[in-house]
């Protein structure tokens, strides 16, 4: 159920010591100025504490005091969020070359076995994807903040004579749909992947397919094989996993979920709930509520019950 994972977890990537070799050193080189910053992004993530008081003072009491004290609040705040978008924007920009490298060959497998540095990369995408939706998801702040930026804009356009507003309405517009979704990075890559598929003939969708379930399942045989001793590179394996699947199953027309699947899904989804010094909650609810397909009929009901449970 969820397809043998014996076809493409006889390798193992090592995501501690991956070097470049000779043909990956160009794209690995412009990729690492890309995935150096997630760090950065993440840290400012984690540290946006938002606006509520002043934005509860200008609603509750209004008057140019209150409002003008909120404003100047929520500038900084949304020029954050703009840095933010920003760099989805960057990975949207960078993730279809990735894919092409690890993909273009009919020997995908190959691809991650044989370019293992990028095939970090790729891993390093899904680690702060997820990392950075889990952090969105439980920070109300974010959408609370920018949605009062943008109700308060066309207002003081006018009073401010636009001085030191950068954010204007069609990148505001912009904005206010990417953060509107409740994982905003994974949407992005989603969104990325459909549509390089549907325009670069040069590599197959089954090529990507076959990259995705096969980063899965090396991902799931290493963990629960215990090739890592750091419990920061177990859970760095456990995204790129997690991030693997919620990819296949919105590119796969069967979905990750299917009894057919050549994703060890049983085996995932049993190794994120039994993993034993972090918790994995959070990616368990990726899988329940970012794929497209777990509820399809074709979907076993072991696997929606072991999931669901």
């Known amino acids: 159920m969820g ?22 050193s160009d794209l690995h080189s412009k ?9 950065v992004i993440l840290d400012r993530l984690f540290h946006y504490s938002g606006c509520e008081e002043y934005i509860r003072k200008a ?21 954050q969020l703009q840095e933010f978008f920003d760099y ?61 930026y943008r109700r308060t804009l066309n207002r003081m356009k ?13 990148l505001a517009n912009r904005m206010s749909l990417f953060f509107a979704y409740p994982t905003p990075m994974m949407k992005v890559i989603g969104d990325t992947t459909t549509k390089f598929l549907s325009s670069d003939s040069t590599v197959p969708r089954e090529n990507v397919t076959f990259s995705l379930a096969t980063m899965a399942n090396v991902c799931q045989h290493m ?32 979905g990750a979920f299917a009894k057919k699947s050549p994703i060890n899904i049983k085996g995932a989804i049993t190794t994120l709930k ?8 959070g990616l368990l609810n990726a899988l329940r509520f970012t794929t497209v397909h777990l509820n399809d009929p074709q979907t076993p009901n072991a696997i929606k019950q072991l999931l669901t449970s």
């Not at 043998?4 to 043909?23: H, I």
């Not at 990729?31 to 760090?39: A, I």
């Not at 609603?59 to 020029?79: C, H, K, Q």
């Not at 090739?227 to 919105?250: E, V």
């Open 223 to 254: 963990v629960a094989n215990h090739k890592f001793q750091s419990d920061n590179t177990n859970m760095f394996c456990l995204r790129a996993m997690t991030g693997s699947i919620i990819l296949f199953d919105h590119v796969d027309v069967q």
């Open 3 to 24: 397809g043998p994972s014996s076809n493409y977890a006889d390798f193992v990537v090592d995501f501690e010591n991956a070097q470049p070799s000779e043909e990956e």
């Open 158 to 170: 006018i009073s401010k004579k636009e001085m030191n507003i950068k954010i204007r309405d069609e």
């Open 274 to 281: 039994t993993y034993p010094t972090s918790p994995t909650d």
């Open 59 to 79: 609603i509750t009491t209004p008057g140019p005091e209150t409002e003008e004290a909120a404003w100047n609040a929520v500038l900084p705040a949304v020029d």
């Open 31 to 39: 990729m690492s100025t890309v995935l150096d910053k997630c760090n």
């Open 88 to 148: 989805a924007m960057e990975l949207e920009t960078w993730f279809p070359r990735l894919l092409v490298a690890l993909c273009k060959d009919s020997s995908t497998k190959h691809g991650l076995q044989n370019q293992q540095a990028l095939a970090k990369q790729l891993a390093s995408v899904f680690d702060f994807v997820l990392r950075f939706d889990d952090a969105k998801m439980t920070n109300p702040a974010i959408q609370n903040d920018f949605s009062y």
